[in-house]
T-cell receptor
């Protein structure tokens, strides 16, 4: 089945130690998104890639970066994780930026990040 | 500005009972509306979506939702809840672009 796969499911890192989360997709979608979801809150969009074009949300901290080496993979890099960055990180994809094509976003199962 | 309100933070129902989860949106034009479900420790799974046409939308797992423009609502319903439906449910609205505005979610508990 075509899907969005996130690895690892659980990640523990130390305060200030860089960490990378990964996402891959077999849907061949043009757009990949990263969301941050804190406990009992709605997902918050951090940024998205349309093909190789990177788009940062205005309030996404500089501590968060992303890479998309090819269509299938996208990485979230947190350069110096703080305690406030502990959250679930969700990757999503969509065929296009416009929903008029009747293509909603498809989510992975997330990576839960803990900071020691 | 677009916004989504899910008035009920928690809902508890007995297994076999009917369910309605409320969602109200604020948007000037015809919105694109979605319901997602999130089981503990999992990502979001799309239950159903409304883009246009018939205002009663059927989704997966026996869920349906009705778009009511006059009430700015898109409530989710299920006639008979199963224990496996216990999860968090998110309503989302889009203007037709990639930007989703999510509600804060409703956590459903199902009593045996």
């Amino acid at each position: 089945d075509a899907m969005v796969i996130q690895n690892p499911r659980y990640q523990v890192t130390q305060f200030g130690k860089p960490v990378t989360l990964s996402c891959s997709q077999t849907l061949n979608h043009n757009v990949m998104y990263w969301y941050q979801q804190k406990s009992s809150q709605a997902p918050k969009l951090l940024f998205h890639y349309y093909d190789k074009d990177f788009n940062n949300e205005a309030d996404t901290p500089d501590n968060f970066q992303s890479r998309r080496p090819n269509t299938s993979f996208c990485f979230l890099d947190i350069r110096s994780p703080g305690l406030g960055d502990a959250a679930m990180y969700l990757c999503a994809t969509s065929r296009d930026l416009q929903q008029a094509s009747n293509q909603p976003q498809h989510f992975g199962d997330g990576t839960r990040l803990s900071i020691l | 500005a677009q916004s989504v309100t899910q008035p009920d933070i928690h809902i508890t129902v007995s297994e076999g009972a009917s369910l309605e989860l409320r969602c109200n949106y604020s948007y000037g034009a015809t919105p694109y509306l979605f319901w997602y479900v999130q089981s503990p420790g999992q990502g979001l799974q799309l239950l159903l979506k409304y883009f246009s046409g018939d205002t009663l939308v059927q989704g997966i797992k026996g869920f349906e939702a009705e778009f009511k423009r006059s009430q700015s609502s898109f409530n989710l319903r299920k006639p008979s809840v199963h224990w496996s439906d216990a999860a968090e449910y998110f309503c989302a609205v889009s203007s037709g672009t990639y930007k989703y505005i999510f509600g804060t979610g409703t956590r459903l508990k199902v009593l045996a």
